[in-house]
């Protein structure tokens, strides 16, 4: 809209300076501009007075919403409060997971086909993650921990097997107790198969 604006100011200045006879209709225009300019002005602060105050509620950083331009703020116009409340949430998360920082709120493990174990919102599993981008891109981000005992890769040992040492099918040199806390991108959560 500025840009149009813009266009018709220079329109408008362009026709003064071409017919002189021209020149009260032309200020006349340029007056309506800017007003509609003041108008416009306003409407944007009203906006992001809104959206700043949501952001707060929701504990998120003020930034999130003077970083973005005006056209895409002026979409939550249309937004009901939830809407937009699930608009600056969404793009909380993705401007942290494009920093390889977890969003706020996601502190449920979530089994991804392709990433293995990463933070969510809720838990399950899931064909594909918001973390995949990142994880096809080979970009570190942070994991939740894990143990073998559940790993459908774990190879407990034989005598003792569920307090010995174990290993793990995808690489024997992987050896971790049942229980130990770690990080892990393959972990499988199921039963071993034979394979
Ligand atoms: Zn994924």
């Given at each position: 809209m500025g840009r149009l604006l813009d266009g018709l100011q220079a329109e408008s200045e362009e026709a003064a300076a071409a017919n002189p006879a021209n020149v009260g209709s032309s200020s006349s225009a340029s007056s309506q501009i800017r007003e509609i300019r003041e108008v416009q002005e306003v409407e944007n602060q009203l906006r992001r007075q809104r959206l700043l105050a949501l952001a707060a509620s929701e504990g998120l950083a003020a930034a999130l919403v003077y970083g973005q331009p005006e056209a895409e703020l002026?979409?939550?116009?249309?937004?009901?409060e939830g809407g937009v409340r699930a608009y600056l949430r969404a793009l909380d998360a993705s401007n942290r997971i494009g920093s390889g920082l977890v969003p706020s709120g996601w502190s449920h493990r979530l089994d991804c086909a392709h990433c293995g174990p990463v933070w969510w919102h809720r838990g399950g599993s899931v064909l594909?993650?918001?973390?995949c981008a990142r994880h096809r891109a080979g970009k570190a981000f942070p994991r939740p921990i894990v143990t073998c005992?559940?790993?459908?890769h774990a190879k407990p040992d034989?005598?003792?097997?569920?307090g010995g040492v174990g290993r793990c099918a995808?690489?024997?040199a992987r050896i971790h107790w049942p229980d130990q806390r770690h990080v892990c991108a393959e972990h499988k959560v199921g039963e071993m198969s034979d394979a």
């Open positions: 002026s979409l939550c116009d249309q937004l009901p594909a993650c918001p973390w005992r559940p790993c459908r034989h005598i003792n097997p569920y995808l690489e024997g």
